[in-house]
């Protein structure tokens, strides 16, 4: 059972305990962000941010709730970024403006960070620092030490965090790559020696829980992608996600040996790119890259454009390609598109509308599953198993992933050996607390969603947002009555405007009704001697509401506006 | 070429041509319809609907845009239906309030039929009537025979349309299943003796073109499903789609082997299952069926129950009891629930919530790919090329699809070698011409997509739709003045109220600044003698719209309002 502490309340563990509180990326996909607590000290394992779901119209951003750590801001030793997704690094520039503390990476990863940071005018605090695999970093009661691991972007890390009560190992978000392409196998000799020395406790990325087997190396899709581009027979296009610097790698590599110049749009793509070869991730031969003006006037088949859009976002390059409104390339019979991903869940459509846009153009086009032009970068269960039997942890708790995947990869460590009461399956906010011998969810912390809108962050709640849906359900009616001051007599309107309902040129006849409805309403409210602007809103709301419903079954926001003159 | 006849010209084939205009179903999901024309005689292939894209807010049913046919609606000698599913009847009620004529399927088809012309309280033309296969419709030049396929409906059909140009093989919906359920084979022998005897044109489902091999048998779900059943420890849900009678069959089966009672919830269950059972389509053995309040009262392991939600319908059975929302039933732990369906694309984040919260109230879960508990009714592409194969079609033009379908389909037709120049993709609105020897796309008629928004059909359209959207994404800033009407000077106001904007308690200092901003704007126009509403409502608009955008990054609807007193 839950001892609910009260929302907000400093928690500190007692002597010989130590606190796991995640602040994101339980029961969810996205802003990823967690505390280890011991003592005085608080450390942090990565900070992101989430992308809005469909019932969050007009939101740009979501980002964790992090009143717990700005009420213990003075505690906070450092931030530990496994790696440099956005749902691990998006919420930095937010947090960091409130609690600047130091920052630490693999080179990469500060890298994106900094491009991150750049557009928010902000620096990282001066102790901040690239770390390599294996350098330890003090925070505190905490000691820190980077181990690699295979993930969708190079530079990935899980965490090892010593401290008085036992190791804690995170795995970040981690697959197992026998043959990756920069040849940074995952540590498997230190997993392995932690597991002999003992782990109190693994926190494992869950994503693909519920896949069973083994993801497949990132190396099959250079093949697969190496075998499209070598037949192609003109232009060749690859959209992939920007900061997959050894897809992108691959893609060169590809283009190289099959004689093609490679231009780059799309400013994401453009900006990491740059960064990638700025540090050495990323090498394109003397005379491979091009501008995409100069790459337009060579021969379609000595090109290939590297470009962003694989999830048919509106305003990516390839989306806008597809349907002849680039500033500079479209897309045309005998160009050949691979579409180097998988539909984020809940992109599926418009990348559905995409594909079907770049056929109607006359395109070759490669995507989806069964092609091998994309392999995920999280472990299935045979991995996920094999990390579980590596390290050995007298306590499991999943992360990173949703409510159906904590449960899966749960079973999954039971089915190990992980004995069922030392399996965790927690929520945001859940203060998770260890000894050497126990483990129990002991209270709550606040957690939860702050939005970003356009400059504003937070001011969009859960009023204004179900003004937004039933705005967007059914429009709205305003209602404009002008009453005279002194006497309260109505003297003008009512007047009706309506954005959002029914197309006013066709319906005169009703809305010529409804306001002789609510004129009928108002004269009744006169007749009763009533005119107090509550009572008026109310008839105004309840006659049209009735009227509207019954005419056209719909329930448009209906605003009564009185103005005194 | 297309040779572009004015938009809702009458089109009339001269001898020895025929015509087929699909309506609908091109190059998108749903809303199938389309006509076959020959002389002065128009038949009618399926009547369908589809359901609002994302980008439709508020929008409860498309309709396909029927102009063409209601300007030749003397010429409309029949509706023949493939099957029962909404996408393919579901537009039938509006189609006959307009023209009224006879309409003819299989007897669960009708029986389906009836259960939504009730709904609208239409009957069908008296000369209407439930078809048997192999049964002939004379209807003008054409004369038209049913033949089975099997698909995710009992009494699935193909049609044979005999006419004097040349047989044409329209398949519905279909997939080969060699052990379907009810034991109606596809009609392999009338398609094989059909290919002997010549077939000018094949019309194909084109919905799994993209998927190798072949669809299993709906009865390997069966198996899959008893499989579960017969270990569940308590009580069982298993939630699909009202319409497949085939698996309410095999659950009901597996229910009475293994010692269950059933009861039905969810509306659209009830209904069709209570039409399927009246029709002989599906039997509950004595003492199987019990009323929900009485088998609630049932050992667990003694029950099952049947719904709807399979799709993470909002206000479905099955996500009502996922939330505690539902008025006599909820998810407990120990319940097993099988959601036997694959989400339709689009609704894979509903789906993945309702199995998170089904999940947090403890049940054991069966749901996606994977797990045999679902089979789609298409056929892939060994179907596809087996049906190509035994028809040896002539021409052949894909149906039923997106347009990334339609152009696999395409190949798989030149694969199995009917001539490139035989393929013809053509789009909703096409009129796509046929002589013994030649086919081509002659021209264009009106086509495209009716929204249905409660009972207005047609009145919302893209400027709605267009607010809408504006509205959700920002919200309304509703800007009032009074203005005196003798003088117009302006007397009272601005007075500003939002709505999904911004949370207005916490947003005082930036209205009052709007306010002022306006109040400013509007002096100066009356200093300048400007006092022409059009002038001032664009200085409200223009002098908000840069305030807010500068202040909060938003381009929220500005609406002035000018009362006259």
Redesign the interface.
């Known amino acids: 059972m839950l001892n609910e502490l009260e929302v907000g309340t400093l928690v500190r563990p007692g002597p010989g305990k130590l606190q796991f509180i995640p602040l994101g990326g339980l ?1 969810e996909i996205g802003k990823n962000i967690a505390a280890l607590v011991y003592g005085n000290d608080i450390i942090l394992i990565d900070c992101g941010l989430a992308f809005p ?2 019932d969050m ?2 939101i740009d951003l979501v980002l964790p709730d992090l009143t717990y750590l700005y009420e213990n801001k003075d505690r906070i030793r450092g931030v530990f970024l496994t790696h440099g997704h956005e749902d691990h690094i998006g919420g930095l520039p937010y947090f960091l403006k409130q609690v600047n503390v130091p920052v630490y990476g693999l080179r990469l990863t500060l890298g994106i960070v900094e491009l991150k940071l750049q557009e928010h005018q902000i620096t990282l605090h001066p102790k901040s620092h690239p770390v390599e695999p294996g350098e330890v970093i003090k925070a505190g009661n905490f000691s820190v030490e980077f181990f690699r691991v295979n993930h969708s972007i190079p530079d990935a890390t899980g965490l090892i965090i010593r401290n008085p009560v036992g190791t804690v190992i995170h795995t970040g978000d981690f697959k197992f790559d026998h043959t990756p392409v920069d040849g940074h196998v995952a540590d498997f000799h230190k997993l392995a020696q932690l597991g002999q020395e003992g782990v109190l406790l693994l926190l494992a990325d869950s994503t693909n829980a ?1 896949r ?1 087997g083994y993801t497949p190396s990132e190396k099959t899709v250079g093949r697969a992608l190496d075998n499209i581009i070598s037949q192609a027979p003109g232009r060749v296009f690859v959209a992939s996600f920007a900061s997959q610097v050894h897809r992108v790698r691959q893609v060169v590599e590809s283009a190289v040996r099959n004689g093609r110049h490679v231009a780059i749009v799309g400013r994401s793509m453009e900006n990491v790119t740059h960064k990638a070869i700025e540090l050495g991730y990323l090498d394109f031969p003397a005379g491979t890259w091009m501008d995409i003006d100069a790459i337009l006037k060579e021969p379609a088949e000595k090109t290939l454009i590297l470009t962003t859009g694989s999830q048919g976002e509106p305003m990516s390059a390839l989306t806008r390609m597809s349907t002849s409104d680039h500033r500079k390339v479209e897309i045309l019979p005998g160009d050949t598109v691979i579409i180097s991903a998988t539909p984020i ?2 992109n ?2 418009l990348v ?1 509308r995409t ?2 846009n770049l ?2 153009r006359g395109a070759r ?1 490669f995507y ?1 599953a ?1 092609t091998g032009i994309h392999v995920s970068g999280h472990a299935c269960q045979e991995e996920l198993k094999l990390m579980l039997n590596l390290v050995r942890p007298k306590f499991f708790a999943p992360v990173h992933g ?3 995947h904590l ?1 899966h990869h749960a079973q999954l460590a039971r089915d190990v050996g992980v004995e069922p009461n030392h399996v965790l399956i927690g929520d945001n906010g859940n203060v998770m607390e260890f000894t050497k011998e126990s483990a129990n969810i002991i209270g709550q912390v606040t957690s939860g969603k702050v939005l970003v ?4 962050i937070g ?3 859960n ?3 179900r ?10 009616l ?1 209602v ?1 009555v ?1 009453m005279d001051s002194q006497s309260g007599l109505l ?3 009512p ?1 009706l ?1 309506s ?5 006013v040129r ?2 005169e006849a009703l809305l010529d009704e409804a306001r002789h409805r609510v004129k009928t309403a108002l004269a009744n409210l006169e007749g009763q001697g009533l005119n107090e602007w509550s009572a008026i809103k109310s008839a105004v709301r309840d006659t049209l509401g009735r009227f509207l419903w019954e ?4 329930r448009p ?1 209906i ?1 009564p ?1 009185i ?3």
């Open positions: 029961g779901e469909p119209p007009g519920e069973p869940p809940g599926e459509k559905a594909v079907d056929y109607r086009v989806g069964g949703e409510y159906r449960i809108d356009g400059t504003g001011d969009v709640g009023i204004v947002l003004d937004r849906k039933q705005l967007s359900n059914d429009g709205i305003i404009v002008g003297v003008s309107g007047d405007v954005r959002g309902f029914v197309y066709e319906s005419k056209t079954k719909r926001m605003l506006i103005m005194e003159v």
